[in-house]
């Protein structure tokens, strides 16, 4: 990046400039804590003050100029750059108020400031901490402490996960992201051959690993990564890093490894069965240390230390988790049915899962509310509460942006979170998920309600005793260690009773709905056997996904430890440290209240609204909602959860009943555009459609919100199916029971 002239300096003397956007009478050391992040996402913000969101567009025109910052550009150039597929006026209408919006954030923020003089604008970086320029200066220097920063400034791609319709903004994009790529991998080189001169094997490794995760075909640092564990007395790791490095090469280039590969490969095979076989080292690096052939057993062994438990408050409960692995990339575990965070340790076989997981990511793991070390006795969750405790999980750790990796009934609840909060989704991960939890006609893969019984009756006849795991793992059958470890890791993470309670839970879920608001790189993982998740399943969300990636492995067994989970650890880090898929879309998962209050004759053309403002907007304030839209007699109110938007509407009909009016309510579920302040789309649309099926005093929902809040205590009663104009197929309905 070209070193950045203050763009204040290059005005000419007497030429009239319009200042665009505020913080220009700011003071200094408000304005030190603005920063503009563009590595790992995008992220404008302030610590002294709300900075409003911007639409996809603005934030996009906000990273190009900051890039480069120091060259004015022309109003033609920006508006046919990400609206060249508009007419030339729309376009230029569109600039302007990209501009106006940008201008209000700065503006709020406190600091920042646009330059125009005439037909050029131009973004002073004067105030700002901006992640990029701090990285290139950084990965500038010599000094491992300096580089070491770089690397932990990069936190991904540049603007990693956003994507535009704009194929000019895309071809630039790419340019750019190219670029700082090919920093990056110079710092890493810079850092091994230092590591390498000083004899810091333990180092080394670090920056090797992180090389690979970036350029997975160098196939020479795949051969020194094998001595170098060689050297650290781990044969087993050197064996594991040749197949890596072999099904990569495979994998892009359809090539076998080089014949020194190889070589070096037969070589360690042989050691295996002479322990003082000699094998060559890396430069600098210190000779093996001794060990038994014992301490070097393939299968399951040197599990690490067990780690520390944490706990976060999430709406007053405690929440438990552990973070494990320094990789470069943060990962969240969501575990099935029920988990205990301390005896997953005591399983060498799932403890190996979790030390591969965290040779390439920080690995954060939680037990959910009501199992394992997290708070018991607290009734059944509803799918948004425990994704506001994933949420709660991942600010405590300071992950803004993070892999979500949900197996079996962990699944949908990642599925929820990664539509409602795309901007903190760098990918998802699912493996044996499904989408629906019970039987239906076009869902037939899921058990019956009758099948459901069968199940519970066995696990509440079983519970404690070594575990049937021939549908959990049918390949762990004969394993008497893993069976009785199983039974007492189900016994530590939750009761009979709440066992059994959450078990039903879980198949009462149903996300279908939302899997085409799910718009963040996704693979999908799914055993051809599975008995408790069937294939159809897996392969039912990859078709309703966009863009996701779709693998099945061979074998039955639905547990991430069970045969083949090293290869199920293998497509997970060749899917979260390769490049992933930019999310194609822009839209946000949101429930929709519409209201509408109905006054006596003696009110008609009363702006009822605005009579009763106060108490609306108070309500809307407790439930976290906003309003978007409002007329004489109603509004239409986003939330990021469908129980709250509820809760808010029974709230208000409670309060304006003692005024004695009456209000009908509307909730629906799904995709909105976001531009500014602007929310659109078809669910803002089925919400006002809706309404009209309501009568004074009662809420309407959809199925899908239906769906999302199971095990919230509201009741639901089936209203019918109605056809809604431009919708496919019918909509079924139901009217909400509550107080009020």
């Known amino acids: 990046m070209k070193s950045v002239t203050p763009a204040k300096s290059r005005l000419k003397q007497g030429q009239v400039g319009e200042m665009i956007a505020g913080g220009a009478m700011a003071v200094a050391d408000s304005m030190a804590h603005l920063h503009l992040c563009l590595l790992g996402g995008f992220d404008f913000a302030s610590d002294v003050a709300t900075v409003p969101l911007l639409s996809r567009k603005a934030r996009a025109m906000m990273a190009y100029l900051a890039l480069q910052s120091g060259h004015a550009q022309s109003r033609e150039k920006l508006a046919s750059l990400l609206w060249g597929c508009n007419s030339e006026t729309q376009a230029r209408t569109n600039l302007r108020q990209a501009l106006s919006a940008v201008r209000r954030a700065t503006h709020a923020s406190g600091g920042g400031t646009f330059l125009t003089e005439g037909d050029t604008i131009n973004l002073n970086l004067d105030d700002l901490d901006f992640d990029v320029a701090r990285f290139e200066a950084l990965a500038a220097g010599s000094a491992p402490e300096q580089l070491e920063q770089a690397l932990a400034v990069y936190r991904g791609d540049l603007l990693e996960g956003f994507g535009l319709k704009e194929e000019p903004f895309e071809d630039w994009l790419r340019l750019e992201r190219e670029r700082l790529r090919a920093i990056v991998i110079a710092v890493l080189e810079k850092l091994v051959a230092h590591h390498s001169a000083t004899s810091d094997l333990a180092s080394w490794v670090r920056a090797a690993t992180r090389l690979l995760a970036l350029e997975p075909l160098r196939e020479d640092i795949h051969r020194a990564l094998m001595r170098a564990y060689v050297a650290q007395g781990h044969v087993n790791l050197a064996l594991k890093q040749y197949e890596r490095c072999r099904d990569a090469l495979q994998r892009q280039l359809d090539l076998r490894p080089e014949p020194e590969t190889r070589k070096l490969y037969d070589d360690l095979r042989a050691r295996r069965m002479t322990s003082d076989a000699a094998v060559p080292l890396p430069s600098g690096s210190t000779a093996p240390q001794t060990r038994s052939q014992a301490d070097e057993r393939p299968d399951f062994s040197g599990q690490s230390v067990r780690p520390s438990t944490h706990y976060v408050k999430s709406a007053g409960i405690n929440i438990a988790y552990q973070v494990t692995g320094d990789g470069p990339i943060d990962l969240i575990y969501v575990p099935g049915w029920v988990s205990n965070l301390d005896l997953a340790w005591s399983s060498p076989r799932l403890a190996h899962v979790l030390q591969r997981l965290g040779s390439f990511c920080r690995l954060i793991r939680m037990d959910k509310r009501g199992t394992g070390l997290s708070d018991r006795n607290v009734g059944l969750p509803t799918m948004e509460e425990r994704m506001e405790d994933v949420r709660a999980v991942l600010d405590a750790v300071g992950s803004k942006r993070t892999v979500l990796f949900g197996s079996s009934e962990g699944g949908p609840m990642c599925m929820l979170f990664a539509a409602t909060y795309p ?44 575990t049937d795991m021939s549908n959990a793992a049918p390949s762990l059958m004969s394993d008497s260690f893993e069976r009785e470890w199983f039974a007492a890791y189900l016994r530590n993470s939750a009761s009979p009773a709440d066992a059994i309670s959450l078990w039903r839970w879980g198949t009462e879920i149903d996300v279908r709905d939302i899997l085409p608001a799910i718009h963040v790189p996704t693979l999908i993982v799914q055993a051809t056997g599975d008995r408790w998740v069937k294939r159809e399943e897996g392969r039912y969300l990859a078709t309703h996904i966009e863009g996701a990636r779709y693998t099945e492995l061979a074998g039955r067994d639905h547990v991430i430890w069970g045969e083949n989970s090293d290869r199920l650890v293998d497509e997970i880090q060749a899917f979260v440290t390769g490049a992933l898929p930019a999310a194609p879309g822009e839209g946000v998962l949101v429930s929709v209240l519409s209201l509408e209050i109905g006054g006596p004759p003696s009110d008609a053309g009363a702006d009822l609204t605005d009579r009763h403002a106060e108490a609306i907007r108070r309500e809307l304030l ?48 799904g995709e909105c555009e976001v531009r500014g302040d602007d929310f659109t789309g078809v669910a803002i649309e089925l919400s006002s459609r809706l309404l009209d099926h309501a009568r004074p005093g009662e809420i309407i929902a959809s199925r899908t919100v239906r769906d999302l809040v199971v095990g919230s205590g509201l009741m639901f009663e089936e209203r019918g199916d109605t056809e809604i104009a431009g919708l496919a197929g019918s909509l079924q309905l139901f009217s909400v029971g509550g107080p009020g």
Do not use: M
């Open 622 to 669: 407790i439930a976290e909602g906003r309003q978007i839209k409002r007329s004489a007699s109603g509004f239409l109110a986003v939330f990021q959860r469908p129980t709250r938007s509820i809760q808010c509407a029974i709230a208000i009909r409670q309060r304006l009943r003692q005024s004695g009016l009456e209000v009908r309510s509307a909730v629906h579920t």
């Open 423 to 466: 901007e903190r989704t760098a990918a998802l991960v699912l493996n044996g998920a499904y989408a629906s939890g019970r039987w239906s006609k076009d869902y037939p893969w899921a058990k019956t309600s009758d099948q459901v019984e069968e199940d519970l009756a066995v696990v509440e006849r079983e519970w404690g005793e070594p």
